[in-house]
């Protein structure tokens, strides 16, 4: 990719790293499952722009897994005091639950590379588990980003079935799913008066967060990526996504003064070792098998 593109993926990494800074401030403000809601009633406005790109079935199965329960359960995590850091790396884990789940729905198969990067990944997570007790990780909250994990890799899943549709009509228009039953879970969970508290109490900064995580990270950021896709293959922008977690952790120590134990530090680097298999394993074996024959 040509410099100045290279920059641009960059900066998208960067906004989609920053954004967990942007759910932290507005979590303090909004109730974690009426701040989703609110996330995807701001997109989801739009559609009456924007032709509909696909069957309403897959507006509905993406718009219930990856946008109601992902967001409910990711934003719920960070709002049960998840680490804005390791909340960043741990979502990310749906690289390799959606791999094992397109080997049991789709019949794909699942490599030995991507074994290797799920097996990482595993014991990752295990670290962190184990380190909770001595580590800033609170059980819940890292049950709630597994099961975030989870919801993104099923609408994987049925992005894969659905097929190839243009990125940014498609995300405005699954964006009208998501809000109706957030705003009923809201109601229900967190009760009418926070809602109408966090609504009828205007606070700039809770408004700054709504806008970034809406225009910055959503909008622009995945305006820029779609882009960035058009321009180039998918295996040479794809990989940049793995500097999300690096500018997510780095944001919550520099910024909030996170504190991450040993321990977590272990858990998360072997875990970014199962994504970098994942993501490159691919080339690895080619270049090692390419060795074998010549010899």
């Known amino acids: ?100 789940f397109a080997s049991i729905f789709l019949s794909e198969r699942i490599k030995i590379f991507q074994w290797i990067g799920i ?65 009923l879970l809201s109601l229900y969970w967190e009760g009418f008066d926070a809602v109408s508290k966090s609504v009828l109490n205007f606070e700039i900064y809770s408004f700054i967060s709504l806008l970034y995580i809406v225009l910055v990270s959503t909008l622009i950021g995945y305006g820029l990526w779609n882009w960035l896709l058009a321009k180039h293959p998918a295996s040479v922008v794809g990989p940049y996504s793995l500097l999300v977690p690096v500018f997510g952790m780095s944001a919550g120590i520099f910024i909030l003064g996170e504190k991450i134990s040993t321990l977590e530090w272990i858990g998360a680097f072997i875990v970014l070792l199962g994504l970098l298999f994942n993501v490159f394993g691919s080339k690895l074996f080619k270049k090692s098998t390419t060795k074998e024959v010549s010899l």
């Open 1 to 100: 990719m040509p410099l100045k593109h290279i920059g641009l993926a960059i900066i998208v990494a960067a906004a989609w790293g920053f954004n967990f800074i942007a759910v932290h401030f507005g979590v303090l403000h909004y109730p974690p499952i009426f701040l989703a809601a609110l996330r995807f009633i701001s997109i989801g406005i739009f559609a009456v722009f924007i032709p509909r790109p696909t069957a309403w079935r897959y507006l509905l199965c993406v718009g219930l897994s990856t946008g109601t329960l992902q967001f409910m359960f990711m934003f719920s995590a960070i709002n049960q005091g998840a680490p804005i850091g390791l909340a960043s790396l741990i979502v990310q884990v749906q690289a390799f639950s959606t791999a094992i």
């Open 119 to 183: 097996l990482l990944g595993l014991c990752g997570i295990l670290v962190i588990a184990l380190a909770r007790d001595i580590g800033t990780m609170p059980p819940m909250a890292l049950i709630l980003l597994l099961l975030g994990a989870l919801s993104w890799s099923i609408g994987n899943i049925f992005m894969k079935v659905m097929g190839p549709v243009p990125v940014m009509p498609f995300l405005v228009w699954m964006s009208v799913i998501p809000p109706i039953p957030l705003l």
